[in-house]
């Protein structure tokens, strides 16, 4: 698998900057609802051809680094 930067990016002139698959107009957050819902592989790569597993493996693993970079601050009460 490449690293998920090989496969999504975000620009301004694109989407108002929403994570996208590249070379798409596909936003990142569609595709990981989609398979939140239950959605195979195969049927998302059928609705949207322009797509590959790759990509979708990208875009989990997107969503994992920016899980794992996420900083909480507690405030106190």
């Known amino acids: 698998m490449k690293k998920w930067e090989n496969h999504i990016e975000a620009n301004?002139?694109?989407m108002y900057g929403k994570p996208v698959i590249k070379g798409t107009r596909i936003p990142v957050?569609?595709?990981l609802e989609k398979m939140s819902n239950g959605t195979n592989f195969q049927t998302i790569i059928s609705d949207?051809?322009?797509l590959?597993?790759?990509?979708?493996y990208a875009?989990?693993?997107y969503?994992?680094?920016?899980?794992r970079n996420e900083v909480t601050i507690s405030l106190a009460s």
């Open 29 to 31: 957050d569609l595709i």
């Open 63 to 67: 969503a994992t680094s920016l899980i």
């Open 48 to 50: 949207y051809p322009d």
């Open 12 to 14: 301004p002139e694109i």
């Open 52 to 56: 590959n597993e790759e990509d979708l």
């Open 59 to 61: 875009c989990l693993a």
